[in-house]
C-alpha cells in the first residue's frame, strides 16, 4: 500500500484505491486536494459529453433502421400489386400461331406481327413442357437468336453450353419458369400454341425462347 503524505502529488493519489485514498487523505496538503477536486470534475464532465455522443448516434442509427423499414414497406407493397395484377389477367390470348423458322429468324422483318409483341392474356398462361434437362434458344429481340439455355437436372443453368451457373424453378402450378442467368433475373411464361415462352419480368422487354431442334445451328 502506498503510503501518503503532505508532499504527494496528484499523480500518487490517482493510481490509488478508494480505500488507500480514505485512511491517507487527511495527510494530503490542501493544493493537492484541490487538483484532485478539479481532476474529479473534468473527469465527470468528459463522461457526460461521452453519453452525449452515444446517445446522439443511437439517435442517428434509429433513423437510418426507421427509414429501411419503410423503404422495405414500400418496395413490398409495390410487389405484392404486380402480383395482383398478372393473375387479373382474364382476356383470350393473342399470340403467334407457330414458333418462327429457326433458320430464317435472322431474316424476318420487323414489321411481322408475330416478332413485334408480348401476347396479351385473357386467360392464364399454360403449364411448361418437360422442363429439366431441356434446351431452350434464347433470342433476346423475339427474332434472332443468340444462345442456348440448357435447363438442368440439378436446378442450374448452362448458357451456350458453358459452366452451370444461376438456378431455374417452376412458380404457379408450372405456369411461370423462374430463373437466373448471365446475372439477369427473369419470369417467363409459356404458351402451348405458339410453343414459345415470353418474358414475365423484367417487363418492357420482347425476349422469347423455344425448344431447340436439331436443325437449330447455334
Known amino acids: 500500500m502506498s503510503e501518503l503524505s503532505f508532499f504527494s502529488t496528484l499523480q500518487d493519489i ?3 484505491s478508494d480505500v488507500e485514498l480514505r485512511n491517507g487523505i487527511g495527510s494530503l496538503s490542501p493544493n493537492v486536494v484541490t487538483e484532485y477536486v478539479f481532476y474529479l470534475r473534468r473527469e465527470l464532465a468528459k463522461a457526460q459529453d461521452d453519453r452525449a455522443v452515444v446517445s446522439r448516434e443511437n439517435e442517428r442509427l434509429q433513423g437510418i433502421t426507421d427509414e429501411y423499414r419503410r423503404e422495405n414497406e414500400r418496395l413490398q407493397s409495390i410487389i405484392e400489386k404486380q402480383q395482383q395484377s398478372s393473375h387479373d389477367l382474364r382476356l383470350s390470348r393473342v399470340s ?5 423458322d429457326e433458320n430464317n429468324a435472322a431474316n424476318s422483318s420487323t414489321s411481322d406481327p408475330r416478332f413485334n409483341s408480348r401476347p396479351v392474356y385473357t386467360v392464364l398462361p399454360d403449364s411448361f413442357p418437360n422442363v ?13 437468336p443468340i444462345g442456348t439455355i440448357e435447363f438442368v437436372q440439378d436446378g442450374t443453368v448452362r448458357w451456350c453450353h458453358g459452366a452451370p451457373h444461376g438456378y431455374w424453378k417452376l412458380k404457379e402450378g408450372g405456369r411461370l419458369l423462374e430463373t437466373y442467368f448471365n446475372g439477369t433475373f427473369h419470369e417467363i411464361e409459356y404458351a402451348a400454341d405458339s410453343k414459345q415462352a415470353y418474358l414475365r419480368t423484367p417487363r418492357g422487354h420482347s425476349a422469347r425462347m423455344w425448344v431447340k431442334s436439331k436443325r437449330t445451328a447455334i
Open 14 to 16: 490517482i493510481t490509488l
Open 96 to 100: 403467334p400461331s407457330a414458333p418462327p
Open 132 to 144: 429439366p434437362g431441356s434446351i431452350w434458344v434464347w433470342a433476346p429481340d423475339g427474332r434472332r
